[in-house]
C-alpha cells in the first residue's frame, strides 16, 4: 500500500533539545495526524491538521500542514525523557479510498536525561 | 470512561489453530479499524468496516477474517492460513470520514 516518507527513522537527543520530524508525499493530503506510540501501547492521537498551512499547538508540541498539501512537520520543543517513543504520522489523501489512513513508518525517539 | 478496548493483551497461539481478537469501542464511532505491527515497523491495515454488516479488506487481508454485527465491536480471527500471525495487532475506530482514528492498547500474539 501507498506509504508517507517520514524523516528521520531514528533520533538521539540531549534533555532540552528541540526536535523536528516531518512527512512528505508525491499525493495531495486532506488532513495530516501525528500519533506518538510507547513501547507495547496503541499510537496516541497528538495533533490533526485540517487545512493548508495550518499550525497547531499541543503544549511543546507544533505542527504543521504544508501549503501544499504534500508535506507536514512535527517539532517538539525542550524535550524531557517522557518524550521517548516512536512518532507517526499519518493522512488521508484526496485519491481513491480516503477512508483509509496512509501511514509514514515512524521516527524513533531517544532523549539522554 | 469511553475507548476502545481490545482483549486479551497476550495470546498464543498454537500451529493450525484459529484464535480470534476482541476489540470494543463505546466511543459511538461508525468506522473501525484492524492494523498489523511488527516489530521496527509501520501500521497494516488488515481490515476495515465503515457500517454494520460491512467491511472491506485492507493492504494484508489474506490469513485473516473480521465480522461487524454491532456497531461496538469488531472481532479480527487469525486464521491457520495465516503463516506468520506473530505480531502485535491493533484496533481502532474513528468517525466518518476525514476524521482521526483511536487505537486501543493492542494485542500481542504469538505462536507456539
Known amino acids: 500500500g501507498q506509504q508517507l516518507n517520514q524523516s528521520p527513522q531514528s533520533m538521539f537527543i540531549q534533555e532540552g533539545e528541540d526536535v523536528s520530524m516531518n512527512c512528505t508525499s508525491s499525493s495531495i493530503f486532506n488532513t495530516w495526524l501525528w500519533y506518538k506510540q510507547d513501547p507495547g501501547e496503541g499510537p496516541v492521537l497528538l495533533i490533526a491538521?485540517?487545512?493548508a498551512g495550518e499550525l497547531t499547538s499541543n503544549g511543546r508540541l507544533t505542527a504543521q500542514f504544508g501549503i501544499t498539501r504534500k508535506d507536514s512537520f512535527l517539532n517538539i520543543s525542550a524535550s524531557i525523557p517522557s518524550d521517548v517513543g516512536i512518532y507517526f504520522c499519518a493522512g488521508h489523501t484526496t485519491a481513491g479510498n480516503n477512508r483509509k489512513l496512509i501511514w509514514g513508518l515512524g521516527t524513533s525517539l531517544a532523549v539522554n536525561p | 470512561d469511553g475507548g476502545i478496548t481490545q482483549s486479551p493483551k497476550y495470546l498464543f497461539r498454537k500451529e493450525g489453530q484459529n484464535v480470534t481478537l476482541s476489540c470494543e469501542q463505546n466511543?459511538?464511532?461508525?468506522?473501525m479499524y484492524w492494523y498489523r505491527q511488527d516489530p521496527g515497523q509501520g501500521l497494516r491495515l488488515i481490515y476495515y468496516s465503515q457500517i454494520v454488516n460491512d467491511f472491506q479488506k485492507g493492504d494484508i487481508a489474506e490469513g485473516y477474517s473480521v465480522s461487524r454485527e454491532k456497531k461496538e465491536s469488531f472481532p479480527l480471527t487469525v486464521t491457520s492460513a495465516q503463516k506468520n500471525p506473530t505480531a502485535f495487532y491493533l484496533c481502532?475506530?474513528?468517525?466518518?470520514?476525514?476524521?482521526?482514528?483511536?487505537f486501543g492498547d493492542g494485542t500481542r500474539l504469538s505462536i507456539l
Open positions: 481502532a475506530s474513528s468517525l466518518w470520514g476525514d476524521q482521526p482514528q483511536h
Open positions: 466511543l459511538n464511532h461508525d468506522a
Open positions: 491538521l485540517y487545512k
